[in-house]
């Protein structure tokens, strides 16, 4: 599943795939905008948002926020 999965359960089946077409697209940033977004009340700070998409990354298997194209070839 990735992501933290008291987190990811927590995401609307439309905001899922929502982050995986970001994420699939390179588009970080946007990906973790949009998790803090819809978290809810609790917000996220910035970096917890970044390692979430981070780890949903490393399950769609595409190079992420913390890692490097390169890093991953």
């Avoid at 982050?19 to 990906?31: C, K, T, V, W």
């Avoid at 609790?42 to 890093?71: F, I, K």
Wanted: proline content about 4%; cysteine-free.
């Amino acid at each position: 599943m990735g992501m933290d999965d008291a987190l990811w359960s927590r995401l609307s089946p439309e905001v899922r795939v929502e982050l995986d077409e970001l994420i699939n697209s390179g588009r970080f940033l946007q990906a973790v905008k949009v998790v803090r977004e819809h978290i809810g009340p609790t917000r996220l700070a910035l970096w917890d948002g970044v390692e979430a998409v981070q780890e949903r990354a490393d399950v769609l298997e595409v190079s992420g926020p913390l890692r490097s194209r390169a890093s991953s070839e």
